[in-house]
């Protein structure tokens, strides 16, 4: 089993930066073979979407609407991926979700971006 533990959610306004952390941990054996991370976003009354994903060797994918905003690194060494968020507008106020895939696919709880106009 792994645990992701999402952090750096808050309120900001609009132009304004935050930085999500998530944070995997459990079975030493799942966290080895974890491959893909990603963070996804879902606000009021929409489907959950895809923001941003990387490989364990770093390679990135964005959607089209957070291209040269936002940007997902990794740290294999903590088992950590996080989420540089820049320029922020209000359309990208949603719950954030940490999202990891090993043995099978985890979710982490989910942290609240809020950005005011």
């Known amino acids: 089993q792994v645990q992701l533990a999402e952090s750096g959610g808050g309120l900001v306004q609009a132009g304004g930066s935050l930085r999500l952390s998530c944070a995997a941990s459990?079975?030493?054996?799942?966290?080895?073979?974890?491959?893909?991370m990603a963070w996804y976003r879902q606000a009021p009354g929409n489907q959950r979407e895809l923001v941003a994903s990387?490989?364990?060797?770093?390679?990135?994918n964005y959607t089209d609407s957070v291209k040269d905003r936002f940007a997902i690194s990794r740290d294999n060494a903590k088992n950590t991926v996080y989420l540089q968020m820049n320029s922020l507008k209000p359309e990208d106020t949603a719950v954030y979700y940490c999202?990891?895939?090993?043995?099978?696919?985890?979710w982490g709880q989910g942290t609240q971006v809020t950005v005011s106009s």
């Open positions: 999202n990891a895939k090993a043995l099978r696919i985890y």
């Open positions: 459990g079975s030493i054996f799942s966290i080895s073979v974890m491959g893909v």
């Open positions: 990387i490989t364990k060797s770093g390679m990135t």
